[in-house]
């Protein structure tokens, strides 16, 4: 059986799940060299697995890269990215990203905003943080 992007899918999700982002990376890379055109759900795996490895940088160089392609992120590939930034201490990529969202009239989700708070609280941003559960009152959005 010849692998798929579904596979490699799952495969890259088992790799996120249990902390091995690096293996996860390197079946991404191994899907492309495949020439398995990627998608959002497969980029989307790929960057959740930077975010659980607090890997901000190859999270955000994943982002660039679907939108090279011409490949909209979708909220859950966004949650994704703005994770990796928060866990990675780059509470100001986070809040960029969240930015992008807005000027592509991407709708936040609770994730979203819950993401960003954590974000702001691992960088002692307390005001920025409250600011965001604000706003997410405002889009009748409750933590």
Known sequence: IAPSVVTYGAAI????????????LHLFRRAALDRLMPTVPLYGGIIAACANGHRWLEALSLLTSMTRRMINPDVTTMNSAIAACGRGGQWRWAVKLFGVMKERRQAADTITFNTLVSSCEVSHQWELASWFLSEMRFERLYP
């Open 13 to 24: 999700s088992a790799c996120s799940g249990s902390g091995h982002w690096q293996l996860a």
